[in-house]
Nanobody
Framework: QVQLVESGGGLVQPGGSLRLSCAASGSIFRVNTMGWYRQAPGKERELVATITRGDSTNYADSVKGRFTISRDNAKSTVYLQMNNLKPEDTAVYYC?????????WGQGTQVTVSS
């Protein structure tokens, strides 16, 4: 069994920063694309950013220039550095990782941007 554990959410003022982490653990023999998605109240889940095994990245237009996705393959961990946060970034953030050719979701972590 493989599990994903997220951390790093919280309450931050507009313009602030947060760093999310998502670590995979268990019987892992291959980790492919890793990514972050978010879901705001009353809205559908949307893609935030992805990073491939070869470190190619893709970002939603709304976060380009403010968020940075990265990964540590030795730790099977993906990170999301979020800078210059805005109230519209408020959502539950979920990691999604292709582990052993299966798509797995984290439990979600709340990010609230408010003064």
């Amino acid at each position: 069994q493989v599990q994903l554990v997220e951390s790093g959410g919280g309450l931050v003022q507009p313009g602030g920063s947060l760093r999310l982490s998502c670590a995979a653990s268990g019987s892992i023999f291959r980790v492919n694309t890793m990514g972050w998605y978010r879901q705001a109240p009353g809205k559908e889940r949307e893609l935030v950013a992805t990073i491939t095994r070869g470190d190619s990245t893709n970002y939603a237009d709304s976060v380009k220039g403010r968020f940075t996705i990265s990964r540590d393959n030795a730790k099977s961990t993906v990170y999301l550095q979020m800078n210059n946060l805005k109230p519209e970034d408020t959502a539950v953030y979920y990691c999604n990782v292709n582990v052993n050719y299966r798509s797995l979701w984290g439990q979600g972590t709340q990010v609230t941007v408010s003064s």
